[in-house]
């Protein structure tokens, strides 16, 4: 069985999540304040995390940002808020998913599941490649024996790139594997990632993380010596 913390104010929609998930094999404690979440969190340890944004006692992006700092627990994001500018801070604070509400049960199951299924699939050895190291279980990075700081969506990126080393992968493949959503043609999210990446590791020249034209972005495994 699967333990789930949601992080959620409204007493009538959490009495329903958690309703629709009992019956799926999942067993769900509500905290209704952002404040008490850190702790509860400590106290259960749970395997996935639904957190609201617009909490009394301290907001969903502080609170997401401090579970992350403790934490590679998945967490999605479950709002109200519309705004990208949300979204985007949600997802840069350490959230691996942001979903808008109203949603539907079973979408929301879909989109636990597969959340579930992309932190099974990484859950293998480290990556070594020439002086790089990533280590998955540590959600760290290492450069020439230093580690490189990143946040929880440039460690997702960059990880995803060096699991791909010597293959194309387009804005489409790096969302659905990042976010489960495919790419609309209008996002820049990846593209922002991507240069700060580059400058962590001085690739002014872009010569570790290729832009390949109408096509994507390749990570080179020649360029790490």
Same mark, same amino acid.
């Given at each position: ?25 999942? +067993? ?16 259960? +340890? ?13 907001? =969903? !992006? ?13 967490? !999605?994001? !479950? ?21 808008n509400k109203p949603v539907q049960p079973r979408v929301l199951l879909a989109r636990l599941r597969a959340l ?6 990484? $859950? ?28 929880? $969506?440039?460690? @997702?990126?960059?990880? *995803?790139?060096?699991?791909?080393? =010597? @293959? ?12 489960? *959503?495919?790419?609309? =043609?209008?996002?820049?999210? *990846?593209?922002?990632? *991507?240069?700060?990446?580059?400058? @962590? ?8 993380? @290729? ?12 360029a790490w010596e």
């Open positions: 069985m699967q333990r789930v913390m949601l992080v959620e104010d409204d007493v009538r929609l959490a009495a329903l999540v958690k309703e629709y998930l009992d019956g799926y094999d999942y +067993q769900v404690d509500v905290v209704a304040r952002g404040d008490l979440a850190l702790e509860r969190f400590r106290d259960t +340890q749970p395997d996935i995390v639904i957190l609201d944004l617009t909490l009394p006692g301290i907001d =969903g !992006l502080v609170v997401c940002r401090q579970l992350r700092q403790l934490s590679a627990v998945p967490i !999605l994001i !479950l709002t109200a808020r519309e705004d990208s500018f949300d979204e985007v801070s949600g997802l840069e604070q350490g959230a691996d998913d942001y979903v579930q299924r992309r932190g099974s699939s990484t $859950a293998s050895s480290d990556i070594i490649i020439g002086q790089l190291r990533i280590s998955r279980e540590n959600r760290a990075v290492f450069w020439r024996a230093q580690e490189v700081p990143m946040n929880s $969506a440039e460690f @997702k990126l960059f990880l *995803i790139l060096a699991d791909a080393s =010597g @293959k194309v992968m387009s804005r489409n493949d790096i969302l659905v594997k990042m976010r489960g *959503i495919e790419f609309d =043609g209008l996002d820049r999210s *990846i593209d922002n990632c *991507i240069s700060r990446l580059r400058r @962590k590791f001085g690739d002014g020249g872009t010569e570790r993380i @290729k832009t390949v034209w109408g096509e994507g972005y390749l990570f080179s495994p020649s």
